[in-house]
């Protein structure tokens, strides 16, 4: 059965450093997206793609943020310089199409900024 | 705007019983409901979901889940819980008019099955 695949599934970083989380959606899908759960918390939209642009984004996706599709399978999301309070399991997800189906998520990768 | 809810944070059953989470929404046209399922440490498992059509949808794992329009709710259920099906349940939806993704999550209920 096809799936999202993340990469890495644990990354550790340093304040002020850039990290890039890989994701590798399912081959036929069109629409890619990128959530966040801090520990304990829920599921956060924080932005989605489309035909190689974003389609929408949410306030926590700041200048700080950003997402592209630099060839036919991988999808990264770019934070240029963490904090501490990025600290959270990021999930990828993608879906066949923008309207009435659903997204399938990878397993997420949990980003640690110490 | 959409919004859920998910009233309770935690459900405690017992196996065999039956169980119901409870979700309810509110979106300005209408909606699409998912349910997803999320065990320790891993991702976000799709369960079911209401389109359009019947009001008592039937998805993975002996779930289903009964959208009902005049109360905004969407409440997951299994006739007889396993202990297995301990896990964080999340209810989505999204309005019609929106984007796939962009979906937004309630809180999530923690379920317990005891032996």
């Known amino acids: 059965e096809p799936e999202v695949t993340q990469t890495p599934s644990h990354q550790v970083t340093q304040m002020g450093q850039e990290v890039i989380l890989r994701c590798v959606p399912i081959?036929?899908?069109?629409?890619f997206y990128w959530y966040r759960q801090i520990l304990g918390q829920k599921v956060e939209f924080l932005v989605s793609?489309?035909?190689?642009?974003?389609?929408?984004k949410s306030e926590i996706f700041d200048d700080q943020f950003s997402v592209e599709r630099p060839d036919g399978s991988n999808f990264t999301l770019k934070i240029r310089s963490t904090k501490l309070e990025d600290s959270a399991m990021y999930f990828c997800?993608?879906?066949?199409?923008?309207?009435?189906?659903?997204?399938?998520f990878g397993q997420g990768t949990r980003l640690t900024v110490v | 705007a959409q919004s859920v809810a998910q009233p309770e944070d935690q459900v405690n059953v017992a196996e065999g019983n039956p169980l119901t989470v409870k979700c309810t929404y509110s979106?300005?046209?209408?909606?699409?409901l998912f349910w997803y399922v999320q065990y320790p440490n891993r991702g976000l498992q799709f369960l079911l979901k209401?389109?359009?059509?019947?009001?008592l949808v039937k998805g993975s794992y002996g779930f289903e889940a009964e959208f009902n329009k005049s109360q905004t709710s969407f409440h997951l259920k299994k006739p007889s819980a396993l202990v297995s099906d301990s896990a964080l349940y999340f209810c989505?939806?999204?309005?019609?008019?929106?984007?796939?993704?962009?979906?937004?999550f309630g809180d999530g209920t923690t379920l317990t099955v005891k032996p």
């Open positions: 997800a993608s879906s066949r199409t923008g309207q009435n189906t659903e997204a399938f």
């Open positions: 081959s036929n899908h069109l629409y």
């Open positions: 793609f489309y035909n190689n642009e974003i389609s929408e």
């Open positions: 979106v300005s046209g209408n909606p699409y």
């Open positions: 209401y389109i359009t059509g019947d009001n």
């Open positions: 989505a939806v999204r309005d019609t008019s929106t984007n796939a993704g962009k979906s937004t």
